[in-house]
């Protein structure tokens, strides 16, 4: 059993704690080792019952995935940063096989819409990249610490006009907080035009309109990016209904579609409580 330096576990068991605790009863009151053997008897199958992390790395979705610099900061500062981590993203795509459908640099966040084949293939590819630009941010800035606020934020998306509505919001980043007019000003996206050095995009599994330029300069509706806004806070699959239950169950999400906070006592509830304290009092 590994130690910390108090010389509690960092990784034990059940029966790992209890022995723990038991060889170390001396100097303790009396009962105190078999109280927490007790516990640990009676609520050790419920510690080791606890639920898995999501499984949101599975292949064959695709996914929006971000992330912002630590406390907002900036961490694209000039143009070379943003040159720099184009570079990044597409050497990444050559390390893992997911496909790139569309990204947006902004001075502290980065938006992609990532497609993996694989299980595991987002993570391994997100992984890569990020440790890779903290390495080049450090080395360049001769910094350290923290430069992302976390771990990215990702949630699967439908494969129909809901994949469309996200690639849309990606690219109109620029435009919705205010640094250029349109949408292929900005050169650090991919609706801007070509240039060296710019990671190739896939088509992905929906076709883009001709006019996709234009539809990406369309605003969106207070609705669309609430809806949106939502799934970025609380991982929601971003769809219809019966696939966001479905794709939920499979990613293990469960909790992202639930209403936040403790659920409304229903009036029958209210009424047999209040009924139940008048005949106790």
Known sequence: ???????????ASVEEWASWLTRGAAGRKKGTAYFFRLCLARFGSIMLAMPRNPRVSLGGYCYHVLNRGNGRRTIFRKDGDYAAFMTLLREAGQ?????LLAWCLMPNHFHLALWPRGDGDLSAYMMWLLTAHVRRYHQHYHSSGHVYQGRFRSFPIQEDDHLLTVLRYIERNPVRTGPVERTEQWRWSSAAPAQGGKPSLDPGPVPRPATWLEHVQAPQTEAELEALRESIR????????GWSERTAQALGLQSSLRPRGRPRQQPADVTARSGT????G
């Open 277 to 280: 304290k008048r005949a106790e």
């Open 1 to 11: 059993m590994r130690r910390g330096k108090q010389g509690a576990s960092c990784h």
């Open 234 to 241: 609380r991982r929601r699959p971003y769809g219809q209904s």
């Open 95 to 99: 390390r893992t096989p997911v496909r």
